[in-house]
């Protein structure tokens, strides 16, 4: 059974699910860095959830990382969604490839209790994220990452129709404006509990 809105859980039952927060993404040898996209509060996220990381690690709960992923086909030519595609034309062959240095979590925040890939915005979409959360009795998630309006969203709506007790950390997420990010928190709220990464913090010992 899953958490009610107010009810404590303990910190062995929690997760700090990272989306996305990939060398491909973040770093300037990665992906996306090559390309010239990003943005400096993308950038900043690492160093700014290091330090709940640590917290939660050491008060016994969950770092679980989603990892974008562009699965190889033939020759290893990656399966690319055709709005992907469009939207990011510089994507290309070992790119977000399983195995990957790019594909794999930041060195700020790594190393990672749980590591699922995904091949859309949310991170339960044809995925075990369910199967694992459920083996390992996490219920309650704080979900931090990349991109506000995409990936988290959609990871944080469909972890509310799970009914998992599902926080959002405003400051722990960004997108590509800070606008776009503002509007998708605005969103949000009917669906989960919106808090800072310093009112989290104080739940767990330091």
Request: glycine share 10%; with cysteine; charged share 20%.
């Amino acid at each position: 059974m899953m958490a009610g809105a107010h009810e404590p859980v303990p910190a062995a039952e929690t997760g700090l699910l990272i989306v996305d927060l990939q060398n491909d993404f973040l770093h300037p040898r990665g992906a996306y860095g090559r390309a010239g996209q990003g943005a400096e509060e993308i950038a900043a996220l690492p160093a700014r959830i290091a330090p709940l990381a640590n917290r939660i690690r050491h008060a016994g709960g969950w770092i679980i990382s989603t990892q974008f992923t562009l699965v190889p086909a033939k020759g290893g030519e990656p399966l690319i969604s055709p709005h992907l595609k469009e939207l990011r034309p510089f994507l290309t062959k070992g790119d977000f490839v399983p195995g990957g240095w790019g594909h794999q979590l930041v060195d700020e925040l790594a190393p990672a209790d749980l590591s699922v890939e995904k091949v859309a915005y949310s991170a339960f979409y044809m995925t075990r994220l369910e199967w694992v959360l459920r083996k390992c009795a996490i219920r309650k998630l704080l979900v931090c990452g990349i991109v506000t309006n995409g990936g988290v969203a959609s990871t944080v709506r469909d972890a509310h129709v799970r009914d998992f007790d599902v926080t959002v950390l405003a400051d722990g997420c960004a997108a590509f404006s800070r606008e776009t990010h503002d509007t998708a928190i605005a969103a949000l709220k009917p669906v989960c509990r919106v808090a800072s990464i310093d009112d989290v913090s104080r739940e767990f010992p330091g």
